[in-house]
């Protein structure tokens, strides 16, 4: 089993930045590629950006250049910097775990067993 933990959400400004953080737990020695996905209110959960166990990055359209992604290996963790944030950009953030899984499949939400309970980001305008 993994358990996930997010952390970092909040309130900010437009143009503002928050940092998210997902501390892993379990299954720590195994590799896993690790995702973050959003759900705005009366939306659907979308895809925000991944990173393989090997480094590899990927990440949605409305999201590239503004934020970045990366882990830290020996601290079961995983970061979302999100800079110069939009008011479109609010919504419950969601840290997700899989293994096994490369590539643009780490964008589809099914392939990841595994979900942080969320942390809220919310930017004014």
């Known amino acids: 089993q993994v358990q996930l933990v997010e952390s970092g959400g909040g309130l900010v400004q437009a143009g503002g930045s928050l940092r998210l953080t997902c501390a892993a737990s379990g299954r720590a020695f195994m590799p896993y590629s690790m995702a973050w996905f959003r759900q705005a209110s009366g939306k659907e959960r979308e895809f925000v950006a991944a990173?393989?166990?090997?480094?590899?990055?990927y990440y949605a359209d409305s999201v590239k250049g503004r934020f970045t992604i990366s882990r830290d290996k020996a601290k079961n963790t995983v970061y979302l910097q999100m800079n110069s944030l939009k008011p479109e950009d609010t919504a419950a953030y969601y840290c997700?775990?899989?293994?096994?899984?490369?590539?643009?499949?780490?964008?589809?939400?099914?392939?990841?067993?595994?979900w942080g309970q969320g942390t809220q980001v919310t930017v004014s305008s």
């Open positions: 990173i393989s166990w090997g480094g590899s990055t």
């Open positions: 997700a775990a899989s293994f096994g899984v490369d590539g643009i499949r780490l964008s589809r939400p099914n392939v990841h067993p595994y």
